[in-house]
């Protein structure tokens, strides 16, 4: 596929259903020339097909057909299963490669952003790392040019971060204050109680108070991306724990009377508001 051509299907508006996606942006996609540019054309890549052709291209050969056949064990699964199931399978590969590290950096950096997933999920397959080893590794994936990219590297961290949540906490604090709202963003997405595709956090379900030792830093982000986290963060806590979440939306009104913190407080009690939970008081607070 020639230059030109791979420069307008960059370009392109991402289809609406997957029976609308272009023959030749499928074919570019299962190839890995080019990246996703939405959910659709994220579920329509053959996942072995793509697997087979990115370790042709980043030359490990001699892993093709095993890969290939570990990766059509996994088709009746569902889509983050299988991403992380494909993780897997190139991690326990990578162990027993000598030049492992100049592979990983193929796969962590090739074209294709659903092949740079994997490789933020087989660093969750890496049971052996430290949380501020894993942290640091995952940044690259955090701060990734596509969002799907970025989805993996919150999930890749999550269940680690689970384990001990003091401690973890106490780490991400430094990514709170990191002037990339990528970052910032992942901290906050991996430690929401309930998330969106992924397994709750029955402790921050219980007590979400813990959260705020990161949640204080960016309860005025600038950047409307951290903002919505935050919000979905505290609306996940609305469920389960509905006055913790009133008291510190109130708490944060008072001490933080900015419009990025109020846009935070709408988004978090938009279900109790939703629910008509709110009283008349705190629903001109959550629309103001």
């Known amino acids: 596929m020639h230059t030109v051509e791979l420069e307008r299907l960059k370009a392109r508006k991402g289809a609406r259903k997957r029976s609308e996606i272009p023959n030749e942006v499928l074919s570019a996609l299962n190839q890995g020339k080019i990246e996703t540019v939405n959910l659709v054309e994220w579920l329509a890549i053959d996942m072995p097909f793509l697997l087979r ?4 291209e980043i030359g490990w050969e001699e892993q093709i057909d095993h890969l290939y056949d570990q990766s059509l064990k996994l088709q009746d699964q569902g889509i983050t299963k299988r991403l992380k199931g494909i993780g897997t399978i190139l991690f326990q590969a990578l162990e027993e490669e000598e030049n492992r590290t100049e592979i990983f950096e193929r796969l962590a950096s090739h074209t294709s952003d659903m092949v740079r997933a994997w490789a933020a999920f087989s660093i969750a397959a890496d049971e052996t790392l430290s949380l501020p080893e894993r942290l640091e590794i995952m940044r690259r994936f955090a701060t990734d040019g596509s969002f799907s990219v970025r989805e993996c590297a919150w999930d890749a961290l999550r269940s680690y971060l689970v384990d001990d949540l003091a401690y973890s906490f106490e780490l991400l604090t430094e990514w709170v204050k990191d002037e ?3 970052i910032r963003r992942c901290a906050v997405e991996a430690t929401r109680p309930r998330g969106v595709w992924c397994k709750h956090i029955p402790t921050l379900k219980k007590n979400p108070d813990p959260g705020l030792t990161i949640l204080e830093f960016v309860r005025s982000d600038p950047s409307n991306y951290v903002q919505r986290s935050v919000g979905n963060w505290l609306n996940d806590a609305s469920k389960s724990t509905p006055d913790w979440v009133i008291n510190t939306c109130l708490r944060w009104r008072k001490e933080s009377p900015t419009k990025e913190t109020s846009w935070i407080i709408k988004h ?17 607070i959550a629309i103001n």
């Not at 978090?268 to 001109?284: C, D, G, I, M, P």
């Open 53 to 56: 052709n990115s370790l042709t």
């Open 180 to 182: 990339d709202p990528n």
């Open 268 to 284: 978090a009690l938009r279900t109790l508001k939703k629910h008509n939970t709110l009283s008349q008081k705190l629903q001109l």
